[in-house]
């Protein structure tokens, strides 16, 4: 007889109203076991692990966090950028990705880019970090300090397009 799979820990950041719809909707199920909560109010997110048995932490904790499998974002479309840079910089591949939509697209300087392929090479093998130095109102674009072990430091502009809670498309080039 072969041993089940463990259940995917499972890591929510986001406790309004979708956090909350999702966290009850997972309880039951075998697969899945909730990890933790996350949330900019850390009452609310602190109400809502109470009422699911598990901690709080904030997001960079998460993705240093060995016992998260996944993250579900539960946020406004407007916070996911924060999130995505927030992934990159700690160089979690499975927060980034987890924010992106099934088929995510990108393109650097105006040319469309294999998304994984360019990640890969250009942020997560290079040691890429970005600083930003200002944000849009809606949080989708953005101008940053970008580094990485190849290039150096540039000043970079980023925009993000959104799709069913999750990022569809992302540009990136020099500001």
């Known amino acids: 007889m072969t041993r089940p799979a463990s259940p995917l ?3 929510v950041v986001g406790a309004g109203g979708f956090g ?4 009850t909707s997972i309880a039951g199920l075998p697969s ?3 990890a933790a909560i996350s949330d900019l109010d850390t009452g609310r997110a602190q109400r809502l692990a109470a009422t699911q048995g598990v901690p709080t932490n904030d ?3 998460l993705l240093a966090d060995p016992d998260v499998d996944a993250v579900a974002i539960t946020t406004p479309p407007a916070t996911h950028a924060a999130l995505t840079i927030a992934a990159l910089n700690a160089g979690d591949k499975t927060a980034f990705f987890a924010l992106l939509t099934p088929d995510a697209t990108m393109s650097d ?5 294999d998304l994984r392929e360019w990640t890969e090479r250009e942020i997560f093998s290079a ?3 970005i600083d930003v130095e200002s944000e849009a109102e809606d949080g989708l674009s953005l101008v940053a300090s970008y580094s990485n072990s190849t290039w150096g430091q540039m000043r970079t502009w980023w925009r993000f397009e959104v799709r069913d809670e999750q990022i569809a498309r992302f540009e ?3 500001a």
């Open 172 to 174: 990136t080039g020099r």
């Open 9 to 11: 820990r499972l890591a």
């Open 59 to 61: 997001w960079n904790g």
């Open 32 to 34: 899945v076991r909730l």
């Open 109 to 113: 300087d105006g040319s469309d880019r």
């Open 127 to 129: 040691n890429g970090n």
């Open 20 to 23: 909350e719809f999702l966290t």
